[in-house]
């Protein structure tokens, strides 16, 4: 089975967090397409028969995109026994319409905030889903008001020189298999490392053997085996220096994520 499966309905974002793993702040604004998407699901839905663990309907911000609503009944009708989640800031949420809130009830999508600790109206947001029968959870999971602040810095290495293979052994964010474009990769890294080369004119390089083309792979168990092994894009990466320290905002340097 695959455990998950991200996918962006935006790449821009209304928070802007210092080394952000999906490069958001340096994204321009991306509006996934519905029709994109539900072509998209179709196939994944032929090749896998529905083996998918969760989906997770995510960004940059989820719900900027002015349609979000749409997309739950594409996702719930191809995936039936998948646990489908929106990942958000929360931002939005509690200005969220009753069409939104019954639709998460009635697709059964859950919700999960990313808690930053930042001065952000969660108890509304609560409530609302409270009241209309929806899940609601947090996706930090510090114990205290301190580590809850703390944020993870991913350090990439420009000129690629790492061992690919020990790079992704030591990577904490593998296997989260993110689908764009009709191709899943094995991390968000890779799926939108496009926003960080155009913003900084940097080339890490893509190539056809960091991906699998869904409507080209010939089955699904020869795509479960690609995702839980290194692609030559690892040797980007240094996951051994990854930095843990407080949230601020990107100041989109480069410094934040090499
Ligand atoms: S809220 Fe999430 S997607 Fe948006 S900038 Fe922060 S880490 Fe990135
Ligand atoms: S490219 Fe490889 S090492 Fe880098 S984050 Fe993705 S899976 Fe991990």
Known sequence: MLQKVDIHL???????C????????????FFLDIDDFERDLTRLSELS??????MFLLGGEPLLH???VDFFPIARNLFPNTKLVVITNGILL???DERFWKACKRYNIQLWVSDYTLNIDYKSAEAKAREHGVFLGYTSVA??????KLWTKYKLDL??????VNSFRRCAIKNCATLKKGKLYTCCTLAHIEHFNKYFGTNLEISEFDYVDIYKADSWESVLNAMVKPVPFCRYCKPGEFERCFWEPSKKEISEWS
């Open 18 to 29: 210092k080394g952000c793993t999906h490069f958001s702040p340096l994204a321009e604004k």
């Open 66 to 68: 002015p349609e979000i």
């Open 49 to 54: 028969k529905g083996d998918v663990g969760e």
């Open 143 to 148: 114990k205290d008001e301190q580590n809850r």
């Open 159 to 164: 000129e690629g020189k790492q061992y690919w």
């Open 10 to 16: 935006t790449d821009h974002c209304n928070l802007n």
């Open 94 to 96: 509690p200005q969220q």
